[in-house]
């Protein structure tokens, strides 16, 4: 797993770890990875690494690396993410090209790298985590292509890989309530406006992780065998996607 040193990645970690599975995930700063693997208190179970997902040759490092211990994979979840740049007069090709790379680049290098330990252990899932914006407009347009592109991704990989046992799925989470992130500073910062904000949403509350997280178990677990090819919003029916339209 990608970025799973925080925020949503640390809750699908801390999921997977307490439904009994054997963990590997990676995140570009030790830091975070280390707060991780010390809370989690799963000891072999989970594996950490440094690897940036958009360097050439890292990913795939990690995952060789986390293949060898575990003797083999079983599946995999794209979890890292984000975007560069602001609105199109002030984006940069850089920031779309970054952008692009963070997001759907490293989920087509994920599902190469992980492919062959899924096809040799007779089948697996792959899961992709996109965003409500991939299918509700919202700023900025680079970060909603990408995330709508990595939807397409995965019913199309889903066909590809299918005839070898390859399930692949994506995920698109609402706004999250994260501590510490913006919607948390929002909500202490400007109260008035987060309240105004979860008027986007029917019971007045944001997403919380771990909601996506469990979704994404199932996905990756036989109990979700008949899946695959599926974009399933875990939004809590949210409407827009940011406080600032669209």
């Given at each position: 797993?990608?970025?799973g040193?925080?925020?949503?990645?640390?809750?699908?970690?801390?999921?997977?770890?307490?439904?009994?599975?054997?963990?590997?995930?990676?995140?570009?700063?030790?830091?975070?990875?280390?707060?991780?693997?010390?809370?989690?208190?799963?000891?072999?179970?989970?594996?950490?690494?440094?690897?940036?997902?958009?360097?050439?040759?890292?990913?795939?490092?990690?995952?060789?690396?986390?293949?060898?211990?575990?003797?083999?994979?079983?599946?995999?979840?794209?979890?890292?993410?984000?975007?560069?740049?602001?609105?199109?007069?002030?984006?940069?090709?850089?920031?779309?090209?970054?952008?692009?790379?963070?997001?759907?680049?490293h989920?087509?290098?994920?599902?190469?790298?992980?492919?062959?330990?899924?096809?040799?252990?007779?089948?697996?899932?792959?899961?992709?985590?996109?965003?409500?914006?991939?299918?509700?407009?919202?700023?900025?347009?680079?970060?909603?292509?990408?995330?709508?592109?990595?939807?397409?991704?995965?019913?199309?990989?889903?066909?590809?890989?299918?005839?070898?046992?390859?399930r692949v799925?994506a995920?698109?989470?609402?706004?999250?309530?994260?501590?510490?992130?913006?919607?948390?500073?929002?909500r202490?910062?400007?109260?008035?406006?987060?309240?105004?904000?979860?008027?986007?949403?029917?019971?007045?509350?944001?997403?919380?992780?771990?909601?996506?997280?469990?979704?994404v178990a199932f996905?990756?677990?036989d109990?979700?065998?008949?899946?695959?090819?599926?974009?399933?919003?875990?939004?809590?029916?949210?409407?827009?996607p940011?406080?600032?339209?669209?």
């Open positions: 797993m990608t970025g040193s925080r925020g949503l990645g640390a809750a699908i970690v801390r999921e997977l770890l307490a439904q009994g599975a054997r963990v590997a995930t990676c995140a570009r700063t030790p830091g975070g990875l280390d707060d991780l693997a010390a809370s989690a208190g799963a000891g072999s179970r989970l594996m950490t690494g440094v690897a940036d997902v958009t360097a050439e040759g890292e990913l795939e490092a990690f995952v060789a690396r986390a293949a060898a211990p575990f003797g083999g994979l079983d599946g995999a979840v794209a979890c890292a993410g984000g975007a560069r740049g602001r609105g199109l007069a002030q984006a940069s090709p850089a920031d779309w090209s970054a952008t692009w790379e963070m997001n759907l680049g989920s087509v290098r994920l599902t190469t790298a992980v492919a062959p330990h899924l096809r040799a252990a007779g089948g697996g899932s792959l899961v992709f985590i996109s965003s409500i914006s991939g299918w509700k407009p919202a700023p900025q347009a680079q970060y909603g292509v990408a995330k709508a592109a990595q939807i397409h991704l995965a019913a199309s990989l889903a066909r590809e890989l299918g005839p070898d046992g390859i799925n995920v698109s989470p609402g706004s999250m309530l994260i501590p510490g992130k913006r919607w948390d500073r929002m202490h910062e400007d109260p008035d406006a987060f309240d105004r904000f979860t008027r986007e949403f029917p019971d007045r509350s944001l997403v919380d992780p771990a909601e996506v997280a469990r979704v996905l990756l677990s109990a979700a065998s008949g899946i695959s090819g599926a974009h399933i919003p875990v939004d809590k029916g949210q409407n827009a940011t406080p600032d339209g669209y």
